[in-house]
T-cell receptor, first 110, second 116 residues
Framework: QKEVEQNSGPLSVPEGAIASLNCTYS??????FFWYRQYSGKSPELIMF??SNGDKEDGRFTAQLNKASQYVSLLIRDSQPSDSATYLC??????????WGAGTKLIIKP | NAGVTQTPKFRILKIGQSMTLQCAQD?????MYWYRQDPGMGLKLIYY???????DKGEVPNGYNVSRSTTEDFPLRLELAAPSQTSVYFC???????????????FGPGTRLLVL
């Protein structure tokens, strides 16, 4: 059974610093990974997706995929209080399904 | 575009009652999904659909049923509600599946269900 593991946190980061969120997965053959952000009481929204080994950058966000070590990371540069949320990692499984981690709660302290 | 809409926002059910959670999308997406999210947990897929008339079970389908008669609508039916079905239910849709941005899942605002 495919699994996606995340540290539940909370991860506390000072405003302006780099927040680093990590996710490990069990299926060595997995190809596609997603980071969603979920504010408290709200629905998830996509931040980034990554399919290839290496880094993918979008504004203040960088996703990193290391297939050999089976982990995916999300870096948030210049963290803002508005980045405080739960970050969900997901991998695309079989039959169109996404396999979701439980999420890491991030708190940005002013 | 309204995106993905869900009704109701909140509902209290008694054990053994039934109800239908409504979901609609106006983005002409082929794929639609129903998830439940328990406190502090990730999303669990209940059912999904790859197009009108086609549905399939996800990870936790027991106690639920779905139908997809149109591209836009994907209602979730709860029969004989149980306390274990207390959760937040999210409907989502995506244009396609594959290594493209069209795979992005767009979520509705959720329905909070309490079974007592």
């Amino acid at each position: 059974q495919k699994e996606v593991e995340q540290n539940s946190g909370p991860l506390s980061v000072p405003e302006g610093a780099i927040a680093s969120l990590n996710c490990t997965y069990s299926d060595r053959g997995s190809q596609s990974f997603f980071w969603y952000r979920q504010y408290s009481g709200k629905s998830p929204e996509l931040i980034m997706f990554i399919y290839s080994n290496g880094d993918k950058e979008d504004g203040r966000f960088t996703a990193q995929l290391n297939k050999a070590s089976q982990y995916v990371s999300l870096l948030i540069r210049d963290s803002q209080p508005s980045d405080s949320a739960t970050y969900l990692c997901a991998e695309r499984g079989s039959n169109y399904q996404l396999i979701w981690g439980a999420g890491t709660k991030l708190i940005i302290k002013p | 575009n309204a995106g993905v809409t869900q009704t109701p926002k909140f509902r209290i059910l008694k054990i053994g009652q039934s109800m239908t959670l409504q979901c609609a999308q106006d983005m002409n997406h082929n794929y639609m999904y129903w998830y439940r999210q328990d406190p502090g947990m990730g999303l669990k897929l209940i059912y999904y659909s790859v197009g009108a008339g086609i549905t399939d079970k996800g990870e936790v389908p027991n106690g639920y049923n779905v139908s997809r008669s149109t591209t836009e609508d994907f209602p979730l039916r709860l029969e004989l509600a149980a306390p274990s079905q207390t959760s937040v239910y999210f409907c989502a849709s995506s244009y396609s599946v594959g290594p493209e941005a069209r795979e992005t899942q767009y979520f509705g605002p959720g329905t909070r269900l309490l079974v007592l």
